[in-house]
Structures are given as C-alpha cells and as structure tokens.
C-alpha cells in the first residue's frame, strides 16, 4: 500500500534550534517524494523536490531507501518558519496523483 | 502571472443542498485535482482530470462530482451536501515543474 505517515502534528522549537520534521512512507516501486508548505492564509505552495537535492530557505531533505524516510530539517530555525508542512508520495508512474501525509504543524517560538 | 483561482472563498449552506464549488486556471494545464483538508487527515484526494471530457474518482469521492468541459475549468459539486463535508477544498492544477502542484487559496465550506 502506498502511504506517508507524518508522526508529528505539531512540533514546538525555539527560534535558533535546530528543526526536523518526520516523514516515512511505504512504497513498492521508486519513490518520489515532496515537502508542501502552508503559511497562514495562503494556500499550500511547493517547498522542495528530493530529486532536485536543493535547499530552499535552509531546509533540505534526504531521501533514505533503507529506513523509507524522507524527513525535512533546517539547522537554524526562523520564527517565519511557522506553518503547516505536508509531506507528500507521487503515486504510481504516470498518474500525476499526490499521496499526503497528515502534516505537521511547525511553532517556531521566539 | 498563471493564476488558479477558486471561488467562491467561504461558503455556509445547508443539509441537503446542492453546491458548486468553481476552479479557474490560466495556464491551460491539462491536469487538475480537487482535495479535501481536514485536522488528522491532511489532504485528501476527491476528484482528478487530465483533461477535457475526463474525470477520475480519488480516495474520497463519494458524495462529489466534477465535470471538464473545457481546459480552464474543473467545478466541484455536492449534490447533496451533508455535515461531513464541512472542510477546507483545495484545487490545484499541474505546476511549471514536472510532477509539482499548483493550488488554488482555498474555499471553506460550512454544512450546517
């Protein structure tokens, strides 16, 4: 079965710390994996593509086969980092059709 | 700029009544989606189209229909619109960026 379990509905850091939110998924073939953003108010945008291997305002994510993880982290977190973050599967080859996890909520406290 | 919008933004109806849900995009992307967000499910997939005259069911169609009569458009209906669908729905069409989604702000709909 194809699925994205996100563990954490909220996750509460200081400003400065450093930030990593979880994601595992469960996927026969190769995955492609994504990290959506929504900032309060605004509708969900693309944050970064595990086939791009880029860092987007600090944040990177690696993608790992063996523990079927794809967890976004940032090393130092900013109080602008505050929103909702869904990971998300790229279903089967060809379908365009997206699988989310539940999200997380991120509280960046000052 | 290649906007997608949905309208109307907020929307209060009534047990029983039809809805219609409208998505608008410029880009004349061939793909579009409709989901669902909700506390503890995040989104959810509910219609999806890859172009005009097709429509696909997702995870959670049951209750929703949508038509594609023409590239810009996927409208969303309730064709009898229960308190379980209270929710936030997303539209989104295919991004600039291959396998990337481009959503639409957002309508919140309230089933009292």
């Known amino acids: 079965a194809q699925r994205v379990t996100q563990p954490e509905k909220l996750l509460s850091v200081f400003k400065g710390a450093p930030v990593e939110l979880k994601c595992n998924y469960s996927?026969?073939?190769?995955?492609?994996l994504f990290w959506y953003v929504q900032y309060s108010r605004q509708r969900l945008q693309l944050l970064l593509r595990?086939?791009s291997r880029e860092s987007i305002k600090g944040f990177t994510a690696d993608l790992n086969k063996g523990e079927t993880s794809f967890h976004l982290k940032k090393p130092f977190a900013q109080e602008e980092d505050s929103a909702m973050y869904y990971c998300?599967?790229?279903?089967?080859?060809?379908?365009?059709?997206?699988?989310f996890g539940t999200g997380t909520r991120l509280k960046v406290l000052a | 700029d290649a906007e997608i919008t949905q309208s109307p933004r907020h929307k209060i109806t009534e047990t029983g009544r039809q809805v219609t849900l409208a998505c608008h995009q410029t880009?004349?992307?061939?793909?579009m989606f409709w989901y669902r967000q909700d506390l503890g499910h995040g989104l959810r997939l509910i219609h999806y189209?890859?172009?005009?005259?097709?429509?696909n069911k997702g995870e959670v169609s049951d209750g929703y229909s949508v038509s594609r009569s023409n590239t810009e458009d996927l409208p969303l209906t309730l064709e009898s619109a229960a308190s379980s669908q209270t929710s936030v729905y997303f539209c989104?069409?295919?991004?600039?960026?291959?396998?990337?989604?481009?959503f639409g702000p957002g309508t919140r709909l309230t089933v009292l």
């Open positions: 998300a599967l790229l279903g089967d080859s060809g379908t365009y059709k997206y699988i």
């Open positions: 996927y026969s073939g190769s995955p492609e």
């Open positions: 595990h086939i």
């Open positions: 880009w004349n992307h061939n793909n």
């Open positions: 189209s890859y172009g005009v005259q097709d429509t």
């Open positions: 989104a069409r295919g991004g600039p960026i291959r396998d990337t989604q481009y």
